[in-house]
């Protein structure tokens, strides 16, 4: 399995026969053009404007953008409602959580939460093998409460998004608080992973990725 970060929130999954999964584009079209996506699935985390991504996708692509159960041939999908913000999205909106199962990984993408998760959402999203979370605070986690949840979901491996990154992001945080409140920081000058080159010996490893 391929992982590439685009930025933001924004990852293609490519699966072990070719599928593709883009998990919650910010500016859809700017990406479909510089990477060529061609995805299959396509899931946002909160709405989006149809008119704008439709003519980028073909016309089989699968939307999902509601928190609701989805399976196919290569996919396993449940989406769960939560907030940007810990004011029931009274402040910033709703926000989709996404587990899935892809090649038999276990994948959780955060979206733009803004909150601490009940128990029973926790158990729902025990033994993952990825945890996208967001870290950079004002419009989603921070980057200490990023830290809290990932230590207690326990991954084994935790991709950080949605960060100041350069100079791109500039109305977010840095990955700095995040980095600082959990060990096995693995820093890569990429933006993709293979799942191959995984060991998923450990718990709450870190992978750095850039774009």
Same mark, same amino acid.
Not at 64 to 75: A, E, K, M, Q, T
């Given at each position: 399995?391929?992982?590439?970060?685009?930025?933001?929130?924004?990852?293609? =999954? &490519?699966?072990? #026969?070719?599928?593709?999964? @883009?998990? %919650?584009?910010?500016? #859809?079209?700017?990406?479909?053009? &510089?990477?060529?996506?061609?995805?299959?699935?396509?899931?946002? /985390?909160?709405?989006?404007? !149809?008119?704008?991504?439709?003519?980028?996708?073909? &016309? %089989?692509? =699968?939307?999902?953008?509601?928190?609701?159960?989805?399976?196919?041939?290569? $996919?396993? @999908? %449940?989406?769960?409602?939560?907030?940007?913000?810990?004011? !029931?999205?009274?402040?910033?909106?709703?926000? =989709?959580?996404?587990?899935?199962?892809?090649?038999? *990984?276990?994948?959780?993408?955060?979206?733009?939460?803004?909150?601490?998760?009940?128990? !029973?959402?926790?158990?729902?999203?025990?033994? @993952?093998?990825?945890?996208?979370?967001?870290?950079?605070?004002?419009?989603?986690?921070?980057?200490?409460?990023?830290?809290?949840?990932?230590? !207690?979901?326990?991954?084994?491996? $935790?991709?950080?998004?949605? *960060?100041?990154?350069? /100079?791109?992001?500039?109305?977010? %945080?840095?990955?700095? &608080?995040?980095? /600082?409140?959990?060990?096995?920081?693995?820093?890569?000058?990429?933006?993709?992973?293979?799942?191959?080159?995984?060991?998923?010996?450990?718990?709450? /490893?870190? #992978?750095? @990725?850039?774009?």
């Amino acid at each position: 399995m391929e992982i590439k970060w685009i930025g933001n929130t924004s990852f293609l =999954i &490519k699966n072990s #026969i070719g599928k593709r999964i @883009l998990l %919650d584009p910010m500016q #859809i079209y700017p990406y479909i053009e &510089k990477y060529d996506l061609k995805p299959d699935i396509i899931t946002f /985390s909160h709405t989006h404007n !149809n008119e704008i991504i439709n003519k980028f996708i073909d &016309k %089989d692509c =699968i939307i999902i953008n509601s928190p609701c159960s989805f399976s196919n041939d290569f $996919i396993n @999908l %449940d989406g769960y409602e939560t907030f940007k913000d810990d004011l !029931n999205g009274f402040k910033r909106g709703e926000n =989709i959580i996404y587990y899935l199962n892809i090649d038999g *990984f276990k994948i959780c993408h955060l979206g733009s939460l803004g909150h601490r998760l009940d128990n !029973n959402l926790l158990s729902k999203l025990s033994d @993952l093998d990825f945890l996208f979370i967001p870290i950079g605070g004002h419009f989603c986690l921070d980057g200490f409460s990023a830290a809290r949840l990932a230590i !207690n979901l326990k991954p084994k491996y $935790i991709i950080p998004m949605c *960060f100041k990154n350069s /100079s791109e992001y500039f109305y977010l %945080d840095g990955p700095h &608080k995040f980095l /600082s409140s959990i060990k096995n920081i693995f820093s890569y000058d990429c933006s993709t992973i293979y799942s191959d080159d995984l060991s998923f010996g450990d718990k709450c /490893s870190v #992978i750095l @990725l850039s774009t």
